[in-house]
T-cell receptor
Framework: DGGITQSPKYLFRKEGQNVTLSCEQNLNHDAMYWYRQDPGQGLRLIYYSQIVNDFQKGDIAEGYSVSREKKESFPLTVTSAQKNPTAFYLC?????????????FGDGTRLSIL | QKEVEQNSGPLSVPEGAIASLNCTYSDRGSQSFFWYRQYSGKSPELIMSIYSNGDKEDGRFTAQLNKASQYVSLLIRDSQPSDSATYLCAVRSGGTSYGKLTFGQGTILTVHP
């Protein structure tokens, strides 16, 4: 079945450690996005990518990095510079990045500090 | 002023009633509007999208858009306990090339038997 797969479901980070969250989609979507959700809040955009080998910062990119080497993959690295990484991380994709196309979400990764 | 603001909630309605969820947005050039449902601990799922002024109906759900008032709402008829969730309003602004969605903070809906 087509969809967006995020892994792992739960992740724990030690102080000073970088961790990478995986996002893979087999929907043949061009655009992919990373969001962060804190308890009781809406989603905030971290990074987005419209095409392979290109990506742009969202509203809260500091302390995060991404790559887009393949159309179907958009991994997010939470670096040690991100001092408050505990959150629910959501990956989304859409057919195109503009117009009326909705975004569809993966199941998310919960990241906590050890 | 927040870019996208939802009625604060939580909202509690009895089973079978109409639940009304409201959302206002600040960017007058916004083009597309979406309602997502998010169950506790789960990811958001798209339930409605609307692009033109007026009403759009899909089963028990009706989205209403008024661009002049910068207002979008979601009505849930014959509310069921399974509708209990957080509802997120998302707005795609016009004039941006990458389709950024701005989300409201969400409204928690509880439907009690």
């Amino acid at each position: 079945d087509g969809g967006i797969t995020q892994s792992p479901k739960y992740l724990f980070r030690k102080e000073g450690q970088n961790v990478t969250l995986s996002c893979e989609q087999n929907l043949n979507h061009d655009a992919m996005y990373w969001y962060r959700q804190d308890p009781g809040q809406g989603l905030r955009l971290i990074y987005y990518s419209q095409i392979v080998n290109d990506f742009q910062k969202g509203d809260i990119a500091e302390g995060y990095s991404v790559s887009r080497e393949k159309k179907e993959s958009f991994p997010l690295t939470v670096t040690s510079a991100q001092k408050n990484p505990t959150a629910f991380y959501l990956c989304a994709s859409s057919i195109f990045s503009s117009g009326v196309q909705p975004q569809h979400f993966g199941d998310g990764t919960r990241l906590s500090i050890l | 002023q927040k870019e996208v603001e939802q009625n604060s909630g939580p909202l509690s309605v009895p089973e079978g009633a109409i639940a009304s969820l409201n959302c206002t947005y600040s960017d007058r050039g916004s083009q597309s509007f979406f309602w997502y449902r998010q169950y506790s601990g789960k990811s958001p799922e798209l339930i409605m999208s609307i692009y033109s002024n007026g009403d759009k109906e899909d089963g028990r759900f009706t989205a209403q858009l008024n661009k002049a008032s910068q207002y979008v709402s979601l009505l849930i008829r014959d509310s069921q306990p399974s509708d209990s969730a957080t509802y997120l309003c998302a707005v795609r602004s016009g004039g941006t090339s990458y389709g950024k969605l701005t989300f409201g903070q969400g409204t928690i809906l509880t439907v009690h038997p």
